[in-house]
């Protein structure tokens, strides 16, 4: 059963400003050490940077908050399975509140699809409760 569904679009351009002006103010504020960690490694880390600003704002849709109701940036990250394939690991007041809307007796699952072509970096995001 589908829970919530969020999408975004995001400027790797504006990312790169907040990135020119603000540095590491801004990656720790808003980014979790993982999504620093990969993004930094990256050729285009702006793009890398941009891609899981736009995940958390579509993972924040999904819940039905926004970026509000005790949901703050780094209680949402971009993370990746075994596999490779992106999925969204959630803390906090996130985490709280993806509890708060699965039914009794199933669990969550967060699917993430990642795109960016310059100058967007674009994120869906699907929470899925499925049975025990």
């Known amino acids: ?17 907040s990135l020119d002006r603000f540095g590491e103010r801004f990656t720790n504020r808003v980014y979790t050490e993982i999504e620093r960690t990969r993004s930094e490694r990256k050729p285009d880390r702006a793009a890398s940077y941009a891609k899981r600003f736009a995940a958390k704002e579509a993972c924040a849709k999904a819940l039905g908050t926004g970026i509000r109701r005790g949901v703050f940036w780094r209680d ?4 990746n399975m075994r596999s490779g394939q992106p999925t969204m690991a959630l803390t906090n007041g996130a985490l709280e509140r993806l509890n708060a809307i699965i039914p009794e007796g199933m669990k969550p699952v967060i699917h993430l699809s990642l795109t960016d072509d310059h100058p967007y970096a674009q994120a869906f995001v699907i929470i899925e409760a499925v049975p025990l």
Not at 2 to 17: A, E, T, V
Not at 76 to 79: A, L, R, Y
Request: charged residues 20%; hydrophobic residues 50%; proline residues 0%.
């Open 76 to 79: 949402m990250g971009v993370v």
């Open 1 to 17: 059963m589908i829970i919530g569904i969020g999408s975004d679009l995001s400027d790797i351009r504006r990312i790169q400003n």
